[in-house]
């Protein structure tokens, strides 16, 4: 894996100079807001919370066009941070969104500027910026304990896309309510702002090469079980197409035409190498209600595949060392990846440390097998927490100790991927990081946005 490509930190570089220019273009608008109020209204103890309620208000507004540029799958952003790191990213600032505009109100009306109690009838952009409120609430809420509201994935993707509609109540919100943000250098910067937003959105759902495929169709070649509750399933290019270039590592989003199987659509790594032109594999292991009805996907099903997602691989990189470090399920992107460094002749050492319960729920077990005794530089561990054989760390966990002992000390050149149970991802992180590895040499990815 060695060319042009960056040093696992580098990519760090061009991440934080999109959100320092993100900062700059918050911070202009909060400035630009403030030096209008301050020269409007002299700083007095009561017209300080104004101000301040302002410029919440109107980062609020900001980020909330900031949300759906985060989650309409740019192509760009997403090989820059990967899509599963914006859509947590849209998450914590959609809280701070919310927050704000919270606060928003209460600062206006601690001033005795404006008075509390029922809006009459000419107060209708109060009125708009109250439902904003409550939409951006729902929003928070049913994302935050979307579990504890039992609210199924589906269920709660259509409500969240519903309450997404605040971002227009909250326009018109600020341009009814002041006079001020209809005139001048205020209105001049919204309006900028506005258009490369509606710019960027209309980009990333129309136009190539901003946006992404919407889908190619592809047919199921075959339906198996893989291990113990994981299907394997292969798919085929409907038409005569090759199938589309990705990384190994990535995700795709896939549908399944059967009248068993809900059509949504749901994120799963591309477990086959892309050097494979033929065939793309999923291994999906049964955790709800659509992963569990894949039982009833056979050969002949159509399948559409949106992809390629994410920035979980090693092919990014320029990298002399890589360790795998996988947790049940989380093999798929390894598998991937190795399958592809086979095929390429890699003659990078290559450490895969592979945690699961038993073996009867490992799948590609023989593969793997085969592949480390055909690949002099792959190292295969396997820790078996729940069976004991001869062969196998068995009975153990994946803990300090452990790791520890499986990997050497850090050199440089050397990328630590992890893929498995939050928790395990976490630990992991930290006893590397004790143990002297730098944050940047250390790339994780759950399977949860
Ligand atoms: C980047 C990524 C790669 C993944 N790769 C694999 C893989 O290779 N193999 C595998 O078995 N699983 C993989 N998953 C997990 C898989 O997407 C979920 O297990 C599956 O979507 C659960 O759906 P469900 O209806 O069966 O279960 P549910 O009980 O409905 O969902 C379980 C959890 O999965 C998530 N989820 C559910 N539906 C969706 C959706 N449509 N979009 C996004 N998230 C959803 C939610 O966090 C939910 O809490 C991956 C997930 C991500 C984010």
């Known amino acids: 894996m060695k060319s042009e490509k960056p040093l696992p930190g580098q990519i760090k570089a061009k991440k934080i100079l999109i959100w320092l220019l993100l900062f700059a273009v918050l911070l202009l608008l909060a400035r630009i807001g403030a030096r209008h109020y301050f020269r409007d209204t002299p700083v007095k103890p009561g017209t300080f919370s104004v101000t301040i309620g302002r410029v919440f208000a109107q980062w609020a507004v900001a980020l909330l066009l900031l949300q759906s540029v985060l989650a309409v799958r740019i192509r760009f952003l997403d090989r820059i941070f990967g899509l599963d790191r914006l859509l947590k990213f849209h998450r914590a600032s959609g809280i701070i969104c919310f927050l704000m505009a919270f606060f928003h109100p209460m600062l206006m009306y601690l001033s005795g500027l404006k008075k509390a109690g029922p809006l009459s009838s000419d107060q209708w ?217 086979f095929h390429e002749k890699a003659e990078m050492p290559v450490k895969l440390i592979w945690s699961y319960k038993t073996s009867a729920e490992a799948p590609c077990f023989e593969e793997l097998e085969t592949l480390s005794r055909n690949y002099s530089s792959l190292e295969i561990i396997r820790v078996v927490t729940r069976e004991s054989t001869e062969q196998k760390e068995s009975g153990k966990r994946l803990d300090r100790e452990a790791l520890i002992k499986l990997v050497p000390e850090y050199r440089q050149g050397c990328l630590v991927m992890i893929c498995g149970p939050l928790k395990m991802m976490k630990d992991i992180r930290r006893y590397l990081l004790e143990s002297g590895y730098p944050d940047s040499a250390i790339v994780s990815e759950e399977f949860a946005f």
């Open 125 to 341: 952009p109060e009125a708009i910026g109250a439902i904003c409120i409550i939409g951006l609430w729902l929003a928070v809420v049913s994302s935050v304990w979307r579990k504890f509201f039992d609210l199924g994935y589906q269920s709660w993707l259509r409500l969240h896309r519903i309450t997404a509609s605040v971002v227009m109540l909250a326009l018109a919100h600020m341009f009814s309510i002041e006079s001020a943000m209809r005139s001048g250098w205020i209105f001049a910067c919204w309006l900028v702002v506005i258009i490369l937003w509606v710019c960027t959105i209309a980009a990333a759902k129309f136009f190539f090469p901003l946006r992404f495929a919407s889908g190619e169709s592809f047919v199921v070649s075959s339906a198996t079980e893989a291990a113990k509750n994981i299907r394997q399933l292969n798919l085929v290019p409907a038409k005569e197409n090759a199938i589309f270039d990705f990384l190994p590592g990535q995700f795709a989003f896939i549908s399944f035409d059967n009248p068993q199987v809900a059509k949504e659509e749901h994120p799963v790594t591309i477990a086959s190498a892309p050097d494979d032109r033929e065939n793309l594999q999923f291994l999906i292991k049964g955790v709800g209600d659509w992963t569990k009805s894949l039982s009833a996907i056979k050969a002949g099903d159509k399948a559409k595949v949106i992809a390629p997602f994410g920035a979980f691989s090693p092919f990014r990189y320029e990298v002399d060392n890589l360790i795998l470090i996988a947790g049940g399920i989380g093999i798929t992107p390894m598998l991937s990846i190795l399958r592809q460094l």
